[in-house]
């Protein structure tokens, strides 16, 4: 499987930008499709997911500014998930990853975990 983000950029402090995340590949099932972050100089940190039944999480920090979603449209390839930000802070500035939790036909039946390369989100003051 591959997974790819974009959508990423430089916004105001206030602003909204939505990351797309898309992945493709041999996924024969999906469990999570997850967001995280890793600002400068700092580790990797989570920030919401979004279960195959739609069920959310979200980080205390992005709780009530950020909103994660699937696309379920038949017409789109592969599988997508979106997360939506606003009210952005220049705390917000960090490396944004896609990690998706998915069983592929060579994954031996287990769920393992595919992240992308990153998307930067830059927040100026």
């Known amino acids: 499987a591959q997974v790819a983000e974009s959508g990423g950029g430089l916004v105001q402090a206030g602003g909204s930008l939505r990351l797309t995340c898309t992945a493709t590949?041999?996924?024969?099932?999906?469990?999570?499709m997850d967001w995280y972050r890793q600002p400068p100089g700092k580790q990797r940190e989570f920030i919401a997911r979004i279960f195959d039944n739609g069920e959310t999480k979200y980080a205390d920090s992005v709780r009530g500014r950020w909103f994660i979603s699937r696309d379920r449209s038949i017409y789109t390839f592969g599988h997508v998930a979106y997360l939506q930000m606003d009210s952005l802070k220049p705390d917000d500035t960090a490396v944004y990853y896609c990690?998706?939790?998915?069983?592929?036909?060579?994954?031996?039946?287990?769920?393992?975990?595919?992240w992308g390369r990153g998307t930067q989100v830059t927040v100026s003051s």
């Open positions: 990690a998706v939790n998915a069983r592929t036909a060579t994954s031996d039946g287990y769920f393992v975990m595919h």
């Open positions: 590949g041999d996924i024969a099932k999906i469990d999570t």
